[in-house]
């Protein structure tokens, strides 16, 4: 009977632990979870194909697409060739306005706006995960020392953060 007694104190000790083990286990997880941890694995990497350009000032497909990448991977997010989802872009309209020109006839102050359109593309399914538009405008004049040239990289920054912020949010 004395043995009996102490089977069932051992019992109920190992049931009791079992408990405190479940128990901590879930605080963990409930914890982790509440700082924002997630335990599913969605892998939210992407490959980039280099923009399509319907204007004919070429060579700024490259630019934008380079800026785009710098602006994800600022973000955390991962570019990688072999990634489930394909960003896909497309330079549609370039305006320059000129508002100002020298005796040589160089701009000397003006705008650039740029309009693109891009998507997500799921590459097993092939299903379009997103379809948006952006578009930007920046001014220049060289008394402010602002030239074409830093309007053009601010015009492909803020399209690039534009895009990369909106793939965080998917």
């Given at each position: 009977?004395?043995?009996q007694?102490k ?13 405190f ?13 509440g700082?924002g941890y997630s ?5 939210r990497s992407f ?20 800026r785009?990448?710098?602006a994800?991977k600022e973000?955390?997010?991962t ?9 896909r872009?497309?330079i ?19 705008s650039?706006?740029?309009f693109v359109?891009y ?34 990289s601010?015009v492909?920054?803020?399209i690039?953060?534009?895009i990369a912020i909106?793939?965080?949010e998917?």
């Open positions: 009977m004395l043995r007694k089977s069932e104190v051992r019992s109920q000790k190992s049931v009791g632990l079992f408990v083990a479940v128990f901590c286990f879930l605080f963990s997880v409930f914890c982790l979870l700082c335990f599913v694995q969605s892998d490959s980039v194909d280099i923009f399509d350009n319907e204007t004919e000032r070429r060579g700024h497909e490259f630019a934008l697409t380079q785009l990448i710098q994800m973000r955390g997010i570019v990688s060739n072999n990634a489930p989802y394909k960003i872009g497309k549609l309209k370039i305006n320059q306005d000129v508002l100002a020109v020298s005796r040589k006839d160089e701009v000397i102050a003006g650039l706006e740029f359109d998507e997500v593309i799921e590459k097993r399914t092939g299903k379009q995960i997103l379809k948006n538009s952006t578009n930007y405008k920046s001014a220049f004049s060289q008394d402010r020392n602002k030239g074409e040239a830093s309007a053009l601010e492909f920054q803020r690039g953060d534009t909106e793939l965080t998917l």
